[in-house]
């Protein structure tokens, strides 16, 4: 009787947790759509070409399809850990959250998209709201992997935190980009000739945020928390789920590699390079911390003197 009254107490808890997942998807999705727009963050307006003689919505399809997927991911990391990670949290709560951050999303993104004053080259407001219904399963996918498996959600959430903290931080660091990521700027010339520090519009207009903060942030915080289990092997693996991830965001809409004036044709082989990156420093730091644990295991069985 008692293991058939747990039984009915976790089948209870499925509908209200797969409530509490949509909502929170909705509500985070809804805040970085809304916040992204009134920081002009996701500009529906950005000129390209030799002359700058079309719109090009390549940057903001792209933001449309990140913002639902690391909705639909933080959503369902949350609702796991407060509902004490049940077993079963791994098949309910990613499709919640999918619903959740689509459903509001999609029609948010489809008004600024139609009321923007110029349609974008080969775009449209339709293209939009698929990319991110599009972009909300990617998350939904990326989440069940990590509920599924401990180190590839310490790395997606690593990731995911720390490409959203530059996201929406941008309005205060575009003059003045962080200097730990050489890849977000630029050494150039004022109109006075004085030489200044500027992002780069190829390479941070885009969701990669640069390249090596993530990767190396993701792939260390993955690698750590593998290792100090005895699962290094995991945790290397574990180094490139972050940017597989952007991968797939990118691969939702056309990188434009055979196209020399495309915004996206740069941001896009960041996105593929990060993943060998990623591999490569969750490995090494996985080394290195099991090389540790060992040491100090064998120091702490050593009689002492």
Not at 136 to 142: E, F, I, N, R
Not at 242 to 254: E, S
Request: hydrophobic share 50%.
């Amino acid at each position: 009787m008692a293991a058939m009254s747990l039984k009915d107490e976790r089948v209870n808890r499925r509908p209200a947790a797969s409530a509490v997942c949509a909502l929170l998807a909705a509500a985070l999705a809804a805040a970085q759509v809304l916040a992204a727009d009134r920081l002009g963050i996701n500009p529906w307006t950005t000129r390209a070409g030799p002359f700058d003689e079309y719109v090009d919505w390549d940057h903001a399809v792209t933001r449309s399809t990140w913002y639902p997927a690391a909705s639909a991911l933080l959503a369902a990391a949350i609702t796991y850990r407060v509902f004490r990670r049940a077993p079963w949290s791994w098949r309910w709560l990613p499709p919640a959250a999918w619903l959740g951050s689509s459903l509001i999303a999609a029609p948010l993104l489809y008004g600024l998209a139609s009321a923007a004053p110029e349609h974008g080259l080969n775009s449209s407001p339709s293209e939009v709201a698929w990319a991110t219904i599009v972009g909300g399963a990617a998350g939904a996918a990326a989440a069940m992997a990590a509920l599924r498996h401990r180190e590839a959600g310490v790395g997606l959430m690593a990731y995911t935190l720390w490409i959203s903290l530059l996201e929406f931080t941008r309005p205060w660091w575009w003059d003045r980009p962080p200097a730990f990521d050489p890849l977000l700027t630029e050494a150039v010339l004022s109109d006075d000739g004085r030489p200044v520090v500027t992002a780069l519009l190829r390479k941070a207009g885009g969701i990669t945020a640069g390249l090596i903060g993530p990767v190396l942030i993701s792939g260390v915080v993955a690698a750590w928390a593998a290792a100090r289990r005895g699962r290094w092997r995991s945790g290397a693996l574990a180094g490139t789920a972050g940017p597989l991830l952007l991968c797939a965001v990118y691969l939702t809409i056309d990188p434009g590699l055979s196209d020399q004036e495309s915004l996206q044709s740069t941001l896009w082989t960041y996105a593929v390079v990060a993943v060998p990156i990623g591999l490569g420093v969750s490995t090494i730091t996985g080394i290195v911390v099991a090389r540790i644990v060992a040491a100090r295991k064998r120091t702490a069985g050593s009689p002492a003197v």
